[in-house]
């Protein structure tokens, strides 16, 4: 179940909102449990049993390190367990591929259906054992509580990942009020319109626009990385908006990475809770910066190897990643004086960057990746532009402008300025009817339009 979708806006959400304000305090951990499995069990029926056993075994094993009871080699099982889950639902059928590919075998695929979340929720609870280990915080109370803590539907199957220690206060107890609540149905109502009315209008024009052609050779990557970011970014914005309805805040996931001066800015800006993980769970005990450069080097290849194979079983997503391992190590090395110079150039250099490494994710195959590079640079015998082209351009170039800005702090930068003045209680006055209307164009759109995909349930 898609939160852009009718039956969420319109029956479950509703549903569990009423159910949930009527319970007593005691009671709303369960609820929330409860209409959370039912969350994933729609989607996912057959695979709610991986989420259980994932939460159960990674309860117990927090437990027992808790205990000091051979803490260490619980740690390795939890690891192992996590990983080897991973690697089996969503990595065998590519390992095939490969043994296949290599050796001349002609193993059969599998074809294992890959359990929606379970990059993230394997991840949550990976974290959630090595802080127990780390001694960074107890363990929950009760499984319930933990369950509770994993399964929150919210950032269920999409993230972002969220730590324990960032919501342990708030499963014991939560303030809810009218204020917390309206923030959270604003925040939501922004997401879904991000989601809606950009993120599925620019994937339109991306699937639509397939003339050979340099410009559109062009267009089409800008238009993905526009709908991946306002896609992703906006159910982000959808979960921390549910959240504060619930009585939650998880943290930022993203902060305008389009704006970044350099790809280390756009990473410190871009899906922050994933990055933060590799950062702390992987980088950190790797030894960081702080070792030989050889060594630094190894480290950032390592995280940036498995951020890309964190994103999905094909080769052009561990191409992705290691193309921002290099280009890490190249700015870092040769690139930072100079972009600290530029006043432009930098945001330029970036934005370039980024549309490039887009083009990667989104190709199927390195021969894909390899074809569209020579369109983008010249090297295809292909015209610079066509008719084609030129008519979903004009066709789509005012959601394109919309998407730059939006893309940009530029609208709540105007907002904020705005409630300074004498004007700012008009804006008070008509924020609800905004949402409002938001709200029904989002509804409108999904009533009449077929298309509405969520790119990150793919990875």
């Known amino acids: 179940m898609l939160f852009s979708s009718i039956s969420f806006l319109y029956f479950f959400l509703p549903i569990l909102l009423l159910i ?4 007593p305090m005691k009671w709303k951990n369960l609820v929330l449990l409860f209409f959370s499995m039912l969350f994933y069990f729609l989607g996912e029926p057959k695979y709610i ?6 939460g159960t075994l990674n309860y117990m094993f927090s437990k027992i390190i808790a205990k000091n009871i051979y803490r260490r080699t619980f740690l390795v099982l939890a690891v192992l367990y996590n990983v080897i889950q991973l690697l089996i639902f969503k990595y065998t059928d590519f390992f095939i591929s490969n043994l296949n590919g290599i050796f001349n075998t002609n193993i059969s695929f599998l074809y294992i259906v890959m359990p929606i979340g379970i990059s993230f929720f394997t991840f949550q609870a990976l974290g959630y054992v090595i802080d127990v280990y780390n001694k960074k915080h107890e363990p929950a109370k009760n499984i319930w509580e933990f369950m509770t803590y994993l399964c929150l539907f919210p950032q269920l199957i999409a993230g972002p990942i969220v730590r324990y220690s960032d919501v342990q206060k708030e499963l014991k107890e939560r303030k809810m009020n009218f204020r917390l609540f309206s923030e ?3 925040r939501f109502v922004i997401g879904l ?30 238009a993905y990385t526009l709908q991946i970011y306002f896609d992703f970014s906006g159910y982000s914005d959808m979960a921390i908006g549910l959240g504060l309805m619930f009585g939650f805040r998880f943290l930022e996931n993203f902060n305008y990475p389009l704006i970044a001066n350099s790809i280390t800015d756009f990473w410190r800006r871009w899906h922050i809770s994933l990055s933060t993980w ?30 890309g194979f964190w994103h999905g079983a094909s080769w052009n997503f561990i191409i992705w990643g290691l193309y921002f391992g290099i280009l890490l190590i190249l700015e870092k090395e040769l690139l930072k004086k100079w972009l ?22 989104n190709s199927l195959t390195v021969g894909e990746i390899i074809n569209n590079f020579k369109d983008m640079f010249f090297i295809s015998n292909i015209p610079l532009t066509g008719n084609v ?4 351009l004009r066709s789509y170039l005012v959601i394109f402008i919309i998407a730059f800005v939006a893309a940009t702090p530029l609208f709540s930068w105007l907002i904020k300025k705005i409630k300074k003045t004498k004007a700012g209680v008009l804006i008070d006055a008509f924020e609800p009817f905004y ?3 938001l709200l029904t164009l989002c509804t409108a759109y999904l009533i009449d339009a077929s298309f509405n995909p969520f790119l990150y349930f793919r990875f």
Do not use: H, Q
């Not at 049993?49 to 994932?54: D, E, G, Q, T």
């Not at 930098?346 to 990667?360: A, E, G, N, Q, R």
């Open 278 to 307: 590799f950062k702390d769970y992987v980088y950190i005990p790797l030894g960081g910066n702080r070792v030989k450069k050889v060594k630094w080097i190894r480290n950032l290849f390592v995280v940036w190897f498995l951020t």
């Open 340 to 361: 600290d110079k530029t006043k432009v150039i930098k945001y330029f250099y970036t934005l370039v960057i980024v549309v490039i490494s887009f083009m990667i994710f």
């Open 49 to 54: 049993i991986v989420l259980i056993l994932s």
């Open 20 to 23: 949930y304000f009527i319970s």
């Open 435 to 437: 949402y409002i209307v």
């Open 193 to 222: 319109s991000k989601k809606v009315l950009l993120a599925n209008v620019l994937g339109e024009f991306a699937k639509e626009c397939i003339e050979k052609t340099i410009m559109a050779a062009w267009l089409r990557p800008i």
């Open 389 to 392: 082209t030129l008519y979903y």
């Open 184 to 186: 959270g149905i604003s």
